[in-house]
């Protein structure tokens, strides 16, 4: 049922619908978003365009959670 809700986003996204959207499935952030902000602890750690923070998270707390999801 997950992947069936996420490829429907996928499509309105690539149709040009705008969303904001909050999720943990990095995968499909990566895939469609423009802007990422990250927040940890109710807090905004890091706002940024989507290459900008998969590639070269600036803050540590990004680094670390991007480290331990993801497979550069």
Not at 4 to 21: F, K, N, P
Not at 46 to 71: H, M, V, Y
Request: aromatic share 6%; hydrophobic share 50%; glycine share 4%.
């Amino acid at each position: 049922m997950i992947n069936e809700v996420l490829d429907v986003m996928v499509s309105l996204a690539s149709d040009g619908m705008t969303m904001m959207v909050v999720t943990h499935e990095m995968g499909f952030a990566r895939k469609v978003a423009q802007r990422v902000v990250f927040m940890d602890e109710g807090r905004i750690v890091e706002d940024a365009p989507t290459a900008q923070f998969f590639n070269q998270p600036r803050s540590e707390r990004a680094q670390i959670f991007l480290s331990k999801i993801l497979q550069r």
